[in-house]
């Protein structure tokens, strides 16, 4: 079993940055494939990005791109998502997660492994 936990959420002010961490225990996951998932309020959860298992692939929702950045750290058997030039629209509770399946998918029903979310607010 593989264990998430996300941190660096917090409150912003809409221009401003914050990078979010996802720490993973009982197993590397230097294998599976990882995401970023978010859910605002009212909102179903909806993809942000994914990296594959060999960090040579990446995608992103339209809302993000060119905004946010994924990236993992095999060695230290984390993930991270770097959000750039935030807005309010942005403001949700962030979820990481994993899979064993390679190739890409955003469909959040396909991911066996997720955090308990962190709060992003991003204020206008």
């Known amino acids: 079993q593989v264990q998430l936990v996300e941190s660096g959420g917090g409150l912003v002010q809409a221009g401003g940055s914050l990078r979010l961490s996802c720490a993973a225990s009982g197993r590397t996951i230097s294998t599976y494939v990882v995401a970023w998932f978010r859910q605002a309020p009212g909102k179903e959860r909806e993809f942000v990005a994914y990296l594959s298992w060999g960090g040579t692939s990446t995608y992103y929702s339209d809302s993000v791109k060119g905004r946010f950045t994924i990236s993992r750290d095999n060695a230290k058997n984390t993930m991270s998502l770097q959000m750039n030039s935030l807005k309010p629209e942005d403001t949700a509770v962030y979820y990481c997660?994993?899979?064993?399946?390679?190739?890409?998918?955003?469909?959040?029903?396909?991911?066996?492994?997720w955090g308990q979310g962190t709060q992003v607010t991003v204020s206008s």
């Open positions: 997660a994993a899979r064993r399946s390679r190739g890409y998918s955003d469909k959040s029903e396909t991911y066996h492994y």
